[in-house]
């Protein structure tokens, strides 16, 4: 990862899977509110390639929607690992934190970890959850929530979006949303029932899909192709420079997503991007 910045960012040097987080330092003298050891107590198949975690901490952990948790590893048979995921659940409260944390892991080919996640994590599994951070939030640093947010996220960069649309509607926020989220595969696309469900519910959210796989049949008015230039234009407004966004994704699609935003007229300063590799 690396933090939320503007659009003229560049990639801090950073493992791909350890940035360097709040609390991470502190765990290591045991002061401050990490370490806390987390208990898995559910897994969701969210999608072929997607599932969701669910942790359990004996005490409330401070988080936002849109922020990530880093977790050290012990697993007997493979040693000693950090890692680092995004939360895709919003908290209960923002002032009182959350005993339940919730990451989707995609699995990777070659990724130790995450397969072991998805095919050998058994219920009861305990893991130490060493500090929170980001900033790619609707809820950081701003004296109010904005009033037009673009969600916009490809592969399993939807997952800080999904914990953001929950929490607004989770905190009674009421802002025009526009849920824009491109996968390479639909079997590979997570939270599908969710979001049909809000899309047909919440009048002030708007979602788009597209299948980037040129071959691959559409369905449920999926959109063939990238997120571009051409589709998000008439999504924005009369007003582009009204919109904030949050973007993430791979590298080369938060570049060619940013330059069309720009191009259209939301302001590079309105831009937030976290980056990972997938």
Request: aromatic share 8%.
């Amino acid at each position: 990862y690396t933090r939320s910045e503007p659009y003229e960012w560049k990639l801090n040097a950073f493992s791909d899977y350890n940035p360097e987080i709040a609390g991470h330092e502190q765990s290591k003298n045991r002061a401050g509110p990490f370490p806390v050891q987390v208990k898995l107590v559910k897994v969701v198949k969210e999608s072929d390639s997607v599932a969701t975690f669910r942790f359990l901490a004996p005490r409330p952990v401070q988080f936002l929607p849109g922020q990530y948790a880093s977790f050290d590893f012990h697993v007997a048979e493979l040693g000693d690992f950090t890692r680092t995921w995004t939360l895709s659940e919003t908290t209960n409260s923002a002032t009182r934190g959350d005993v339940t944390l919730e990451i989707s892991v995609k699995r990777k080919p070659g990724g130790v970890v995450s397969n072991w996640l998805h095919d050998k994590a058994e219920l009861g599994f305990e893991v130490t959850l060493t500090g929170i951070g980001g900033d790619l939030s609707p809820f950081i640093d701003k004296d109010e929530v904005p009033k037009k947010i673009a969600l916009i996220s490809g592969g399993v960069g939807i997952t800080p979006m999904m914990a953001i649309v929950r929490g607004l509607r989770a905190f009674r926020n009421d802002a025009d949303v526009l849920f824009a989220h491109s996968e390479r595969h639909e079997k590979d696309r997570p939270f599908v029932r969710e979001l049909d469900r809000r899309g047909s519910t919440d009048e002030h959210l708007r979602i788009i899909r597209t299948v980037s796989d040129s071959t691959e049949s559409l369905v449920d008015n999926r959109v063939r192709g990238r997120i571009t230039k051409q589709l998000l234009e008439p999504e924005l407004g009369g007003d582009p420079s009204s919109w904030t966004v949050y973007l993430c994704g791979p590298d080369r699609f938060m570049l060619e997503v940013s330059k069309a935003l720009v191009e259209i007229g939301v302001p590079s300063k309105n831009l937030n991007t976290e980056a990972f590799n997938f």
